[in-house]
Structures are given as C-alpha cells and as structure tokens.
T-cell receptor, first 115, second 112 residues
C-alpha cells in the first residue's frame, strides 16, 4: 500500500541553525501539506502546495519557513534560524485532490528538537 | 477564528463497550469531516470521513454528522484495548486549499 515517507525521523539541532525536513508524498497525489504538532497540543496547519507553488500558508509559516519540490518525488520544509519553540513533530501529508473531497494521508513525522 | 472543539478526556470505557467521541465545529460552511486515530508519538491515521448528514458505518466504527447542529461524532463498537489512543476530529476549511483544522483530540482508554 502506498504511503507518505519522511526523513529523518528525529532531528536534533542547535538554536539558530537551519534544518531541512524531507517528505516523499504518495506518487499520484497532487496536493502536499505540512503540519506541526507541539508536544501535547493540536495538529496545526502550516502550508499547502500544489502545482509547484504555495497554495495557502498559515500565520505560523513566516519568512523563517520555506517549502520546495526539488524533483518529481521529494517535498521539503526548510526552517531557517531555528528557535526553541520550533521543537515539535512535523507531519507531511498528501492528497490526490482537494482535501475537501479527498482525504489526506500523513507521513510518520519528523521530531525536531531545538537545543 | 474557525474552531474545532473536542473534550480532551480521558474517556474510559470497559472492553466490549461502545465508545462515543464528539466534536463540534464553528465554520457552518464546512463540508468534509474526518476522524483520525493517533497513538502516542505517532502520526494521525485516518479512520473515517463523512460528507453528508446522517450515519456512515465502517466495521466497528460509525461516524455521525449533523450539519445543522455543527456536530460530528464517532462511535466505536466492541471497544478493544488496542483502540486506546487519541482520536482527532478534523474539519476541512471552506477557504483556500481546504486545509484541515484539527481539534485537540479525545484520549480514549479501553480497560481490559
């Protein structure tokens, strides 16, 4: 069964460093998303991506964040100048069509720890 | 601010009982509703989705939707200890790219 994959599973970084979180969405899916979940809190939308451009971003997704689809399979989230409060689980998700009509499938997540 | 509300629990039910999980949402125009299960430290796993008013059954799970009351629920019949997890209600936004808005989740404990 096709699934969304994410690497690394756990990333530890020093405050101020840049990290890149990687995702491989399901191959025939067209819409890609990043969510984050701070420990003990709800899953929060960060950004959606379609046709090689950002479709929508939340107020969390400021200039510190960027996304890219560098090739036909990978979808990356870059966090520049990490802060302690960026520590969270980051989930990539993909859907075949618009999420209003198609369910989103989530990857296993990357746990980001900023020291 | 569009909100999705869930009782955080924990909701404790004995093995074999019916677990009832509830969710309310504020955006009256929401069209699609999803239930995810999340084990501690893991990613959300889709259980069911529902688009239309009424009930939708899938095995031991039944989703119920009442758009007039802005209420969606999940019933788990014959609850098993392996059902112990946090259940997330997600509602697709009516704007933009239909991103999901999640509730905080209800922690379910099924007691053997």
């Amino acid at each position: 069964e096709p699934e969304v994959t994410q690497t690394p599973s756990h990333q530890v970084t020093q405050m101020g460093q840049e990290v890149i979180l990687r995702c491989v969405p399901i191959s025939n899916h067209l819409y890609f998303y990043w969510y984050r979940q701070i420990l003990g809190q709800k899953v929060e939308f960060l950004v959606s991506f379609y046709n090689n451009e950002i479709s929508e971003k939340s107020e969390i997704f400021d200039d510190q964040f960027s996304v890219e689809r560098p090739d036909g399979s990978n979808f990356t989230l870059k966090i520049r100048s990490t802060k302690l409060e960026d520590s969270a689980m980051y989930f990539c998700a993909s859907s075949e069509g618009l999420a209003g009509l198609d369910e989103q499938f989530f990857g296993p997540g990357t746990r980001l720890t900023v020291l | 601010q569009k909100e999705v509300e869930q009782n955080s629990g924990p909701l404790s039910v004995p093995e074999g009982a019916i677990a009832s999980l509830n969710c309310t949402y504020s955006d009256r125009g929401s069209q699609s509703f999803f239930w995810y299960r999340q084990y501690s430290g893991k990613s959300p796993e889709l259980i069911m989705f529902i688009y239309s008013n009424g009930d939708k059954e899938d095995g031991r799970f039944t989703a119920q939707l009442n758009k007039a009351s802005q209420y969606v629920s999940l019933l788990i019949r014959d609850s098993q200890p392996s059902d112990s997890a946090t259940y997330l209600c997600a509602v697709s936004s009516t704007s933009g790219t239909y991103k999901y808005i999640f509730g905080t989740g209800t922690r379910l404990k099924v007691l053997a």
